[in-house]
């Protein structure tokens, strides 16, 4: 009897370390029980593995292992040999069972996961991004030095200069054309003078007709996706809609000058018809939007 209460005194002092450990931050593993164990002397000699591994899976479990112990003391069975009570596969599988991940390993391979997911998808995005981004830079400088000849010197602009500033910013001279004029045909105002530079523009960079016809092709589905087709009748439209209809229309009458401008071209063509099939605009519509005379 004064042994189970030794051992009943002892064992609750083992729960009260335990409990002290668990509430502390150091993380509870096999080797630092066993370690509180062979500290307490009447524990020493119960070094079994499978007992202090009842400790991991509850107080009932404990428990009921407590009991087997004091009724094996009051009723003596065979005594288990020096192999059973040193089997190294138990304390095996006690090991493999601590190391096995639990709620909060899984919790933290899919944050990993997540983590992995969302740092691709930045760098993805940044993969894309900075691409356009360096090509407006860049086409933002080729603006600044095309403005300085036009309109002041645009005789000093010789086809040679331009396949220069073409190849120094990484520009097919279709680009460069391209960009060109849609940057003039969008900031500058649409006169005698701005006509002068864009045919200049266009002889100078060596491109033939069925390129420039590409190019007007590109800017007019460029608006056309942006803001829409040319719509004549305004009946029952918003403000804002009638402002966009404005817009449309007025980049569509620049871009059908310029298809049916002959010295813009070097061969006579029915380039006007692509232009206004593209605009969905009827031969009746383009009459009242045609420019005449600038």
């Known amino acids: ?30 080797g630092l029980v066993m370690n509180i164990a062979a500290s307490l002397p009447s524990l020493k000699s119960k070094a079994d593995p499978s007992f202090y591994h009842s400790v991991f899976r509850g107080s009932r479990h404990c428990h009921m292992r407590i009991n087997a112990k ?16 040193s089997n190294p596969s138990s304390t095996l599988s006690v090991v493999n069972a601590m190391q096995r ?16 997911i969302a740092a691709s998808v930045i760098i993805l995005r940044l993969s894309f991004s ?22 002041a010197k645009r005789k000093n602009m010789t086809q040679k200069l331009f396949k ?14 391209m960009l060109y004029f849609f940057h003039l045909l969008e900031t500058r105002t649409f006169d005698a003078e701005l006509v002068e530079d864009l045919v200049h523009f266009r002889r100078v960079s060596g491109l033939d007709d069925a390129t420039i016809l590409e190019i007007l092709c590109a800017i007019s589905q460029r608006i056309v996706r942006t803001e829409g087709h040319v719509v004549t009748n305004n009946t029952g439209s ?12 007025a980049a569509f009458s620049k871009i059908l000058y310029l298809a049916e401008l002959h010295r813009f071209w ?15 605009v009827t031969e009746r519509d383009a009459e009242n939007l045609r420019i005449d005379s600038l």
Request: proline share 8%; no cysteine; net charge positive.
């Open 1 to 30: 009897m004064e042994s189970i209460l030794r051992n009943q005194f002892q064992f609750k002092a083992f729960s009260v370390k335990l409990s002290q450990l668990s509430q502390s931050k150091e993380p509870l593993t096999f």
């Open 238 to 249: 918003r403000k804002h809609e009638l402002e966009k209809n404005a817009s449309v229309q």
């Open 164 to 177: 220069l500033l073409a190849k120094d910013n990484r520009f097919y001279p279709k680009e460069v054309v």
């Open 266 to 280: 070097f061969v006579d063509n029915k380039f006007p018809e692509i232009i206004m099939s593209l605009f969905e």
């Open 130 to 151: 900075l691409p356009n981004k360096v090509r407006q830079i860049k086409a933002q400088n080729l603006f600044a030095v095309l403005d300085q000849f036009y309109p």
């Open 101 to 116: 991940p639990g709620p909060s390993g899984t919790a933290a391979k899919i944050l990993r996961w997540l983590t992995l």
């Open 70 to 85: 004091h009724s094996s003391e009051e009723a003596p069975g065979p005594v288990p040999s020096a192999g059973e009570r």
